[in-house]
C-alpha cells in the first residue's frame, strides 16, 4: 500500500490524538483520511485546521471507503458499530481496534478483515510515550510494517502477545493518570507543610524536576536506582524520605494494581457476554 486510506469510526480523546498526530508527522494526506463521529461538532477544529479531511455521516460510508479503519470506539459500543458495518468489510482491510477488552478473535469471528490491536496513549500528544501493538492471525508483514511505521511518528512501539496487554496496559496507557496523581499528592503535601505557597509555583517546580528526571532516565540511561543513588546519599534528608516510600509504597502499588486489574478482568466479562 503507497498511499492508503485511512478511516476512524470514533473522534474522541484517543481518535482525535491519532489522527492529529499523523497529520503532524506528515505520515498521511488529509484527503486519505475519512471520519465517522456522533459528535461531528468535535471534529470541526480539525476540519478547520485540515480542510482535506473528509467527515462521513455514518460508521458504515467510512468502513466501506478505506483501507484501514481504526475502531476508536468504547468496548460497550462495539456490537451495535459491528452490527452495521459488517458487511461491508473486506478481506484485504486492516481493521484496528484500541478497546482492549475486546479480544482479537472476537474481531476476527464477526470481520472478513485482517485484525489488530493497538492500546494508545494520551502522551503521544506531545509525540512521546508508549503505544501497545498486537496482531491477529490474518495481518501480514506488510500490514504490521506499515501500522508500526505510523505509530512510530508519535511515540514508540512494543509488540507483544494480547495476554500481556492488561498490565502492560496500566503501565503505559494507565501511567499517566497515575504518575498524575501523584504528583498531585506531592503538590498538595508541600502546601500543607506552608500555607504560603501558591499550587503554581509548587506544581511548576515540581513538573519541571520531574521532566529532568525523565530525561536522565531517558538520554543518560540512569535507572530509577541509580538516581535514587545520586541524590539520596547516606544519612542525608533524601534518605529519609526514600525510607518512607520504601516503607509505605509496596503495599499501596500492589492495591493499585491488584484493583485495576480485577476491574479490567471484571468489565472484560462483561463485554464478553455482549458478544454471546
Keep these: 500500500m503507497n498511499h492508503p486510506v485511512l478511516g476512524f469510526i470514533g473522534y474522541g480523546s484517543m481518535g482525535s490524538m491519532l489522527i492529529n498526530g499523523f497529520l503532524a508527522r506528515d505520515m498521511v494526506e488529509e484527503s486519505n483520511i475519512l471520519i465517522s463521529t456522533r459528535s461531528p461538532e468535535k471534529a ?3 476540519k478547520e485546521k485540515h480542510p482535506g479531511v473528509i467527515i462521513l455521516e455514518s460508521n458504515r460510508s467510512v468502513a466501506e471507503k478505506v483501507d484501514i479503519l481504526f475502531l476508536c470506539i468504547k468496548p460497550v459500543d462495539f456490537s451495535e458499530v459491528l ?3 459488517t458487511d461491508v468489510i473486506r478481506p484485504n482491510q486492516h481493521v484496528i481496534s484500541i478497546a482492549g477488552m475486546v479480544p482479537i478473535n472476537t474481531l476476527e469471528g464477526r470481520l472478513k478483515a485482517k485484525i489488530s490491536k493497538v492500546i494508545p496513549t494520551v502522551v503521544s500528544e506531545v509525540l512521546e510515550g508508549v503505544s501497545l501493538l498486537c496482531h491477529g492471525t490474518r495481518v501480514t508483514d506488510e500490514n504490521k510494517a506499515y501500522l508500526k511505521q505510523l505509530l512510530m511518528s508519535i511515540g514508540t512501539v512494543c509488540e507483544t502477545n494480547e495476554a500481556m496487554l492488561p498490565l502492560y496496559t496500566e503501565l503505559t496507557s494507565c501511567g499517566p493518570g497515575f504518575f498524575a496523581s501523584f504528583i498531585e499528592e506531592f503538590i498538595l503535601s508541600a502546601m500543607r507543610h506552608d500555607p ?3 499550587y503554581e509555583a509548587v506544581s511548576g517546580l515540581v513538573v519541571q524536576t ?8 531517558a538520554d543518560r540511561h540512569f535507572t530509577p536506582q541509580s538516581v535514587v543513588k545520586r541524590v539520596a546519599t547516606k544519612g542525608g534528608i533524601t534518605e529519609e524520605g526514600v525510607k518512607v516510600f520504601e516503607e509505605k509504597l509496596p503495599h499501596v502499588l500492589d492495591e493499585l494494581f491488584d484493583k485495576t486489574l480485577q476491574k479490567r478482568s471484571l468489565m472484560a466479562e462483561k463485554v464478553d457476554q455482549m458478544f454471546k
Aim: charged share 5%; aromatic share 6%.
Design 44 to 46: 470541526a477544529s480539525l
Design 83 to 85: 452490527t452495521a458495518i
Design 196 to 198: 504560603s505557597l501558591t
Design 210 to 217: 520531574l521532566y529532568g528526571t525523565g530525561r536522565l532516565m
